[in-house]
């Protein structure tokens, strides 16, 4: 009997999972493995928010394929190909199949593990379970990557025709003698202090989590989400990516979930998912450098007692500091709070985007490399598509538009006395406009 190592890494469910359709499709046996080998991410290990998901996604999907017959094996490595090698060896199985990720080491490692496997005599293949497109499939005019996103997204439009997705099988056929597996709390995936109730009071990882979330949102808050998007204090967005992120669910699945709001702003965020990948694929360098090399000559200020304020919520600007609590409490923030908060840390207190980008990305449950870069740079002005480093947000005025109320101010702050503001919020615009300014004198 043929057997099939399905690694299972970014993607995990059962509906709509190309590399089980063709494990299946195979025939023989399959053994669904997932492999935790941080090492290999380099210092963009899975922070905090992450393995706590990450925790609770595996159990999900264990469970729902021990209901299929079969068994997911898990394994602690410091070495993917190593630990395949072993699998390979101790199953017989003659075929490794996965779902492409799109981070730079990893593409490197899984190229080099793809090459190896086939090398000796392993069958080997990856597949799109991911994206709508693949970076690598559309390109400006001039056959070059697009670096801004309205006419990548009008170009990437024409080329989407994604199939539909395919149901969870019933049955996944298990082989005669299972391999070893660790357990979940092998991994060591929970955080040690009891900091992430909150996150488990607010979210319901695993693909059923997904679906049923997808469900709620396309009956209701979709048909308003162009008005209600921005408001934080309504719960007027999807709320899916930490499932997109994790591949609890797919975006062909909500492509064809919702076909009358693929016009919408809706699916426009989806595009941005999109183009963030298309970026990181094609400037793998800028999740540590600006794509704009201008930007590292920068006069980036440096102060530990203004970055802790910030990260803690003790900023004293309302608006700022509801969002990071919400942040630390529940491991997720609206949209609209992200932006204003990294225009504070980067123009406000002109700190390196850098420092914002690893807190989200410690504390975020969607923290995703290719979306965080991009949403970090295009704060910062120093990225694809970046807002003009002019345009700074001002906290008070974001908070009189989008939150008139102050209801979601006073869900995270409370309504009692609070500190004065670490920055003049005027004056610190100014002076960032200023080092701007400098940063393009010395340019010329």
Not at 50 to 65: C, D, E, M, T
Not at 134 to 155: A, I, Y
Not at 356 to 375: C, K, P, Y
Not at 406 to 431: C, N
Request: hydrophobic share 45%; proline share 7%; aromatic share 12%.
């Amino acid at each position: 009997m043929t057997t099939t190592l399905l690694w299972l890494r970014q993607d995990l469910r059962l509906a709509d999972q190309p590399a089980l359709q063709a494990a299946i499709e195979r025939g023989g046996s399959i053994i669904p493995v997932f492999i935790w080998s941080p090492e290999e991410e380099g210092e963009w290990q899975h922070g905090a928010a992450s393995r706590w998901w990450l925790h609770q996604s595996l159990g999900k999907l264990s469970a729902a394929i021990e209901k299929r017959g079969s068994k997911l094996i898990l394994r602690r490595a410091t070495d993917s190909l190593a630990c395949l090698r072993e699998l390979l060896a101790e199953t017989g199985a003659t075929a490794v199949y996965w779902g492409r990720r799109y981070e730079p080491l990893i593409i490197a490692r899984d190229a080099r593990i793809k090459n190896e496997l086939r090398e000796a005599g392993i069958e080997a293949r990856s597949f799109n379970t991911a994206l709508l497109i693949e970076p690598w499939d559309v390109q400006n005019l001039s056959g070059k990557p697009f670096q801004v996103f309205t006419p990548f997204w009008r170009k990437a439009c024409t080329a989407i025709e994604p199939p539909k997705p395919a149901a969870a099988p019933t049955r996944i056929a298990a082989p005669a003698t299972w391999p070893r597996t660790a357990t979940i709390e092998d991994l060591g995936l929970m955080p040690r202090i009891g900091w992430y109730h909150g996150m488990a009071e607010a979210w319901r990882p695993g693909e059923v989590g997904a679906q049923a979330l997808l469900e709620q949102f396309l009956e209701g808050p979709v048909k308003n989400y162009a008005e209600t998007r921005n408001l934080p204090a309504v719960a007027g967005t999807s709320r899916l990516s930490p499932h997109l992120h994790f591949g609890e669910i797919s975006p062909r699945q909500i492509w064809h979930a919702a076909p009358e709001w693929r016009s919408t702003q809706f699916v426009t965020e989806i595009g941005w998912r999109e183009f963030a990948h298309h970026l990181l694929y094609h400037f793998p360098r800028t999740t540590n450098e600006p794509l704009r090399a201008d930007f590292a000559r920068f006069p980036w200020r440096e102060n530990a007692d203004d970055l802790l304020a910030w990260q803690q919520g003790r900023t004293g600007i309302p608006l700022v500091d509801a969002g990071m609590r919400e942040l630390w409490a529940t491991g997720w923030m609206h949209n609209r709070v992200r932006m204003v908060v990294a225009s504070f840390l980067v123009k406000n207190l002109r700190m390196h985007w850098l420092h914002g980008a690893r807190w989200f990305w410690d504390t975020l449950v969607d923290a995703d490399l290719a979306s965080n870069t991009l949403g970090w740079q295009w704060a910062a002005g120093c990225g694809a598509d970046a807002a003009p480093y002019f345009r700074v947000f001002n906290p008070e005025s974001q908070a009189e538009k989008f939150d008139p109320q102050g209801e979601y101010q006073r869900r995270w702050l409370g309504s009692g006395p609070r500190s004065a503001p670490i920055v003049d919020l005027k004056a610190s615009r100014l002076e960032a406009l200023a080092a701007f300014q400098t940063l393009r004198t010395s340019g010329k």
